[in-house]
């Protein structure tokens, strides 16, 4: 199935973080880093409809000497928006980094900082690259290379730990259980403690003793790293990751590849298993709806699969000329939003009814295979003279 999709120039502005507060606002982060290349680090507010159409509504510049907002992620309401935006290298070495930020949306437009705490230790070259919401919006996980935070809303009142193996690079929240995602193993940190309204004040969160699940075992005894961990929006019995497997010692680097992997929460066994490219996954993002996962690939390439399935459903060979840095459905579930390094975003309108024959094929599949289960017994017991 073919999807409407409209490339957008964003001149002096690569994107690397990106969310929606509402199905027609998008806020996009960016710029040219820490570094001295000339390119103005900013935030942007862009108005989005169904017709593809992307209009700058608002900009706000970050100090000079601050870092590009690196990862963001909007409040479940909808009324502010957190990013990881690295303070000037002096006051980082300082202990000076405030770079969890919080900012909000006026009614006529203009963001508005609302205020910061510091996460991260002194080192410049870390950064926040981690920031997810609880689905209830009570809590928020940041996270550098190493450094984990969990924080209360709106308060930022945060509990931490230092993760020692690996290197972090993604987390998720269900109601009761927040899973980091470092490159050798999985993290589960049990919020079950964790109190809501004003039972929350005073809480006292830890993150403690986490359970640890190793990397799966791959086909043909490939190795790799794990890059993304996601909930499925309506079953905390469904989770999402993906590995990108490490080259073995003397191949190509185009000899890459990535593997898509659903869980069964209970027990976390692997359920499925899919190969989704032969390059590294950049990016994933999963519909509110339930129904699509989206990615973007080190090649360049957009593509949706069933979120069931894991079926592909469409794809978008050349979205960018650099890979994607950010991925995002918006809250309907009717648009995706891509954006790269290479100045672009691009806007893609989901195909109504997509995955719909995938889904019913799957189903049906599944009714055959019973139905000739239980005339295999019922056959069985006819021979035996049992019936």
């Given at each position: 199935m073919?999807?409407?999709?409209?490339?957008?120039?964003?001149p002096?502005?690569?994107?690397?973080?990106?969310?929606?507060?509402?199905?027609?606002?998008?806020?996009l982060?960016?710029g040219?880093?820490?570094?001295?290349?000339?390119?103005?680090?900013?935030?942007?507010?862009?108005?989005?409809?169904e017709?593809?159409?992307?209009k700058?509504?608002?900009?706000?510049?970050?100090?000079?000497?601050?870092?590009?907002p690196?990862?963001?992620?909007?409040?479940?309401?909808?009324?502010?928006f957190?990013?990881?935006?690295?303070?000037?290298?002096?006051?980082v070495?300082?202990?000076e980094?405030?770079?969890c930020?919080?900012?909000?949306?006026?009614?006529?437009d203009?963001?508005e900082f609302?205020?910061?705490?510091?996460t991260?230790?002194?080192?410049?070259?870390?950064f926040q690259?981690?920031?997810?919401?609880?689905?209830?919006?009570?809590?928020?996980?940041?996270?550098?290379?190493?450094e984990?935070?969990l924080?209360t809303?709106?308060?930022l009142?945060?509990?931490?730990?230092?993760i020692?193996?690996?290197?972090i690079?993604?987390a998720?929240?269900?109601?009761?259980t927040?899973v980091?995602?470092t490159?050798?193993n999985?993290?589960?940190?049990?919020?079950?403690?964790?109190?809501k309204g004003k039972e929350?004040?005073?809480?006292?969160?830890?993150?403690e003793?986490?359970?640890?699940?190793?990397r799966?075992k791959l086909?043909?005894e490939?190795?790799?790293?794990?890059?993304?961990?996601?909930?499925?929006?309506?079953?905390?019995r469904v989770?999402?990751?993906?590995?990108?497997?490490?080259?073995a010692?003397g191949?190509?680097?185009?000899?890459?590849?990535?593997?898509?992997?659903?869980w069964?929460?209970?027990?976390w066994?692997?359920?499925?298993?899919?190969?989704?490219g032969?390059k590294g996954?950049?990016?994933l993002?999963l519909?509110?709806n339930?129904?699509?996962?989206a990615y973007?690939?080190?090649?360049?390439?957009?593509?949706?699969?069933?979120?069931?399935?894991?079926a592909p459903?469409l794809?978008?060979?050349?979205?960018?000329e650099?890979?994607?840095?950010?991925?995002?459905?918006?809250?309907?579930?009717?648009l995706?939003?891509?954006?790269?390094?290479d100045?672009?975003v691009?806007?893609?309108?989901?195909?109504?009814?997509?995955?719909?024959s995938?889904?019913?094929?799957?189903?049906?599949a599944i009714?055959?295979a019973?139905?000739l289960?239980?005339?295999?017994?019922?056959l069985?017991l006819?021979?035996?003279?049992k019936?």
């Amino acid at each position: 199935m073919r999807a409407r999709h409209t490339a957008h120039s964003t001149p002096g502005f690569p994107v690397y973080s990106a969310t929606f507060l509402s199905p027609g606002e998008l806020i996009l982060g960016g710029g040219g880093g820490a570094s001295k290349t000339g390119i103005k680090n900013k935030l942007r507010l862009y108005h989005v409809d169904e017709y593809l159409t992307l209009k700058l509504a608002d900009e706000l510049e970050l100090d000079k000497g601050e870092d590009a907002p690196m990862s963001m992620a909007a409040h479940p309401t909808g009324s502010s928006f957190v990013c990881g935006i690295n303070s000037t290298e002096d006051k980082v070495k300082k202990g000076e980094n405030l770079n969890c930020r919080v900012y909000g949306v006026s009614d006529d437009d203009k963001m508005e900082f609302v205020s910061s705490v510091g996460t991260l230790g002194k080192d410049p070259e870390d950064f926040q690259k981690v920031t997810v919401f609880s689905p209830d919006g009570a809590y928020l996980a940041v996270a550098g290379s190493n450094e984990l935070s969990l924080l209360t809303v709106p308060e930022l009142v945060s509990t931490s730990a230092h993760i020692d193996q690996g290197e972090i690079y993604d987390a998720a929240f269900s109601d009761n259980t927040l899973v980091v995602a470092t490159t050798v193993n999985l993290l589960v940190y049990s919020l079950s403690g964790s109190k809501k309204g004003k039972e929350k004040e005073g809480t006292v969160l830890t993150l403690e003793n986490p359970t640890i699940i190793d990397r799966p075992k791959l086909p043909g005894e490939e190795t790799g790293t794990f890059r993304v961990a996601k909930y499925h929006p309506h079953s905390s019995r469904v989770f999402y990751s993906v590995i990108n497997t490490t080259p073995a010692r003397g191949s190509k680097p185009s000899q890459r590849k990535a593997y898509l992997i659903r869980w069964d929460t209970d027990g976390w066994k692997v359920e499925r298993m899919r190969k989704v490219g032969t390059k590294g996954l950049t990016v994933l993002d999963l519909s509110d709806n339930g129904k699509w996962i989206a990615y973007g690939s080190s090649d360049c390439s957009v593509g949706l699969l069933d979120a069931f399935t894991l079926a592909p459903l469409l794809s978008i060979l050349k979205s960018h000329e650099f890979p994607p840095t950010v991925l995002k459905f918006n809250p309907t579930s009717k648009l995706l939003v891509s954006g790269s390094a290479d100045n672009t975003v691009r806007l893609i309108a989901i195909p109504e009814g997509l995955g719909d024959s995938s889904s019913w094929s799957y189903a049906l599949a599944i009714i055959v295979a019973l139905f000739l289960a239980l005339f295999a017994v019922a056959l069985q017991l006819l021979l035996r003279g049992k019936i």
